[in-house]
């Protein structure tokens, strides 16, 4: 089965999107790889593409063609690192209460 | 079976379209902030949808994979037989991917099927329906069903029999009190209708019988008597058959071997005797 490299901050939403063209083949994904759709993917490793057709072509040829690799998964840190501050903070892991 | 994004969507805005409170939503821009909104919520309610599918097939499969099989089981089961068609391997269904549902239909050949639990194994009768009425299978269709029951039938059922016979005949002795005015000697209707309205019902109960329902000659007294014309129906004698086995008379009901029983040859098989009758009130 054909495999595709899982690059930082994406999503099997974006996966679905970069390899199929759209979203509707998320739960094949899901599938294939036994994940939950809400999975957090980890970057470098690979997904295996399941045998499913393209749902929209000119999507994924747009992508391919502009080498786009669509990247929209957004974690609780990242939300952290933008927008700082105390509120933000984790007990133990911005700073230690002694 | 969940739908699609784009159908769930348009499924939303045409609910928005006919909403009085949301007619200021009138932009047909597809980035529309409203139109966002309407995916949006499309595609949780799409997530929702598959996961539900999924929920309901995986706990399908649990429950196929755990419970033990009854003996309706085993009717469904001969019921979606498909002639002609190769098994899903290791597997008790077909692949039916790429087939309509008319072609699907047009392999199941067994229309009927009752299930007999025996001393030792099960008994199958199963018939087919031919044009108008119930016909045994053929002799390579039973082959190819009897194969298939065998692959799929739980472990330790033995044997299996799977059996698809000609109907059982039935011969029937009537003395049949007939109103004049509505009947003539023969039986047949004086204005012209019908001429065999008797056999007509006969025909037609023994057709509408259950599969593997108990024949009960009261019961068939009482459709006679629905008959127009027929003032008393009485039923001097009846004989049942089935195979090789001679005719042998009952009184009440019977149980047709092969599960179900005609009149196959009304000219020998059915008697009946006209006496005429006035109504009786």
Redesign the interface.
């Known amino acids: 089965m054909e495999t595709v490299d899982i690059k930082p901050h994406q999503c099997l939403l974006d996966i679905a999107m970069q390899t199929k063209g759209g ?2 083949t ?2 094949a994904f899901a599938g294939a790889n036994e994940l939950s ?1 809400t999975d957090n993917l980890v970057p470098g490793k690979y997904l295996l593409v399941p045998d499913v057709e393209v749902t929209d072509r000119r999507v994924f040829q747009y992508l391919r063609d502009n080498k786009i690799f669509p990247a929209n998964a957004f974690t609780a840190e990242d939300d952290a690192a933008i927008k700082g501050g105390i509120g933000y903070m984790g007990i133990q892991i911005d700073f230690r209460v002694s | 079976m969940a739908r699609t994004i784009t159908e769930i969507q348009e499924d939303i805005i045409g609910r928005v379209n006919t909403s009085a409170t949301l007619s200021g939503l009138t932009s047909t821009s597809k980035t529309a902030i409203w139109r966002m909104w309407t995916y949006v919520v499309a595609v949780t309610v799409w997530a929702v949808e598959n996961l539900f599918d999924q929920h309901k097939a995986e706990v399908t499969s649990l429950i196929d994979e755990r419970s033990p099989h009854h003996l309706r089981w085993y009717a469904n089961k001969a019921k979606d037989f498909q002639y002609g068609a190769e098994l899903v391997q290791d597997e008790d269904y077909y692949d039916n991917t790429g087939l309509t549902e008319e072609q699907i239909n047009e392999r199941k050949i067994v229309a009927f099927c009752a299930v007999v639990e025996q001393t030792r194994g099960l008994k199958m009768k199963v018939a087919k329906m031919n044009a108008v009425d119930l016909a045994p299978l053929t002799a390579t269709e039973l082959d190819a069903f009897g194969e298939y029951m065998q692959r799929i039938k739980d472990a330790g059922v033995n044997p299996l029999i799977v059996e698809s016979r000609d109907a059982d005949s039935l011969k029937l002795t009537l003395k049949i009190y007939y109103n004049p005015l509505v009947l003539d000697k023969d039986g047949a209707r004086l204005d012209g209708t019908d001429s065999e309205p008797v056999l007509t019902c006969i025909k037609t109960y023994l057709r509408n019988l259950p599969f593997n329902g108990v024949f009960v000659l009261s019961y068939l007294v009482d459709a006679l008597q629905k008959v127009d014309g027929v003032v008393i129906p009485h039923i001097v004698q009846a004989q049942a058959s089935y195979s090789d086995v001679p005719f042998t008379a009952f009184d009440v009901k019977y149980s047709p071997d092969a599960g179900y029983l005609r009149i196959k040859t009304p000219k020998d098989d059915l008697h009946i005797e006209y006496l005429p009758q006035s109504v009786i009130i």
């Open positions: 979203i509707d998320l739960f759709i």
